[in-house]
Structures are given as structure tokens and as C-alpha cells.
T-cell receptor
Framework: EDKVVQSPLSLVVHEGDTVTLNCSYE??????LLWYKQEKKAPTFLFML????IEKKSGRLSSILDKKELFSILNITATQTGDSAVYLC?????????????FGQGTILTVHP | EAQVTQNPRYLITVTGKKLTVTCSQN?????MSWYRQDPGLGLRQIYY???????DKGDVPEGYKVSRKEKRNFPLILESPSPNQTSLYFC???????????FGPGTRLTVL
């Protein structure tokens, strides 16, 4: 059974801090890993990662994948209160399970002013 | 405006009464998917569809049915809802698997 585990489950920081969110996975026929941000509504897409060692960046957010050690990290620098959200990691399988997405439990990030 | 719509947004029903949650997208996406979200469990995939007439089970398909007769619609059917299906449900679509997924606004279902 495919498994995605995120850590920490919850994180409280102050504005300006840098945070690192972790996502480890055990997936048969791994194809890609995706990060989403969920505020008080539906998730919004952040990144898709398919290759090891290639950093994806968007403003203060960046993410990298390690396919050998089976994990990904999401970094947020100079955090702002607007970064407060649940961050979800998901893996996409290939082969006969192509199309199947497995999500982690999410990391709840709270940024205080 | 590109969007995924779900109806109803909120539903309270009783055990055993069949219900359908509709999902529609206007982006000509091939891939559509249903998820449920429960506290502490993240999102769990119920069913997904790669294209018209092609559907597959996700991680938690028991008690649910889907159909994909047209590209734009992907309804979720609960033939005999039970209280353990009380949850927040999201429909999502993307052009291809792994592409940016667009999520609907969610349907909060309570089964008494």
C-alpha cells in the first residue's frame, strides 16, 4: 500500500522565520510528487517534482525531491501571516496505478505576527 | 472563468437515502478525481477518471460509485450513505495526471 508521511504535523513560527516541511513516501511505481497549500477552502497547487535534486522555486517557496532517500522538502523563507495554511504533499503513481494520488496528513503551519 | 463546480455545497441526510454530488469542469480536462477530507487524515482519493468511460478506484472507494459519461461531469454517488461517510468532499480536475489540479469548492456532507 502506498504511503505518504508528512512532518511535523503542526508548526508555529513568527513572521520572518524560515520553515522546512518534510514529506517522505513509499510508493510503488513512483511518478511525481506534488505540493499543495490549503487555506480555509480548497487546496491550491504549488509544485510538481519528478526529478531528484532539481529545485523548484516560486517567490519565497522552494521545493526539492530526493528519489534515492524517498523524500521531499518544502522551504518557506521570510514567512508571513498569509503563509498560515495546511500544506499537503501527494504522490502520483505510474504503471497500472497511473492516476492514483496518495496524500499525506498535511502540516498545519501557523505564522504569528 | 475556468472552474470546477460542485453541488450541493452542504448536505445533511439520513442513513440509507441515496444521494448524488455533482461535479462539473469547463476546462476540457481529461483527468478528474474525488477526494474526502477528514481531520488528521489529509485528503484521501475515492475514485479517479482518466477520460470518458474510464474510472478507477482510489484508496477509499467502498460505499461510493462514480460515472464519467461526458468529459465535463464526474458525479459521486452514495447508494446507501452511512454516518462514517460524513466528511468534506472535493472534486478536482487537471488536463493530465500530475498537472496542476483545480479543486472545486467542496461539499460538506453529514449523514445522520
Amino acid at each position: 500500500e502506498d504511503k505518504v508521511v508528512q512532518s511535523p504535523l503542526s508548526l508555529v513560527v513568527h513572521e520572518g522565520d524560515t520553515v522546512t516541511l518534510n514529506c517522505s513516501y513509499e510508493v510503488t511505481n513512483f511518478r511525481s510528487l506534488l505540493w499543495y497549500k490549503q487555506e480555509k477552502k480548497a487546496p491550491t497547487f504549488l509544485f510538481m517534482l519528478t526529478s531528484s535534486g532539481i529545485e523548484k522555486k516560486s517567490g519565497r517557496l522552494s521545493s526539492i525531491l530526493d528519489k534515492k532517500e524517498l523524500f521531499s522538502i518544502l522551504n518557506i523563507t521570510a514567512t508571513q501571516t498569509g503563509d498560515s495554511a495546511v500544506y499537503l504533499c501527494a504522490t502520483n503513481a505510474g504503471g497500472t496505478s497511473y492516476g492514483k494520488l496518495t496524500f499525506g496528513q498535511g502540516t498545519i503551519l501557523t505564522v504569528h505576527p | 472563468e475556468a472552474q470546477v463546480t460542485q453541488n450541493p455545497r452542504y448536505l445533511i441526510t439520513v442513513t440509507g437515502k441515496k444521494l448524488t454530488v455533482t461535479c462539473s469542469q469547463n476546462m476540457n480536462h481529461e483527468y478528474m478525481s474525488w477526494y474526502r477530507q477528514d481531520p488528521g487524515l489529509g485528503l484521501r482519493q475515492i475514485y479517479y477518471s482518466m477520460n470518458v468511460e474510464v474510472t478507477d478506484k482510489g484508496d477509499v472507494p467502498e460505499g461510493y460509485k462514480v460515472s464519467r459519461k461526458e468529459k465535463r461531469n464526474f458525479p459521486l454517488i452514495l447508494e446507501s450513505p452511512s454516518p462514517n461517510q460524513t466528511s468534506l468532499y472535493f472534486c478536482a480536475s487537471s488536463f493530465l495526471v500530475g498537472d496542476t489540479q483545480y479543486f472545486g469548492p467542496g461539499t460538506r456532507l453529514t449523514v445522520l
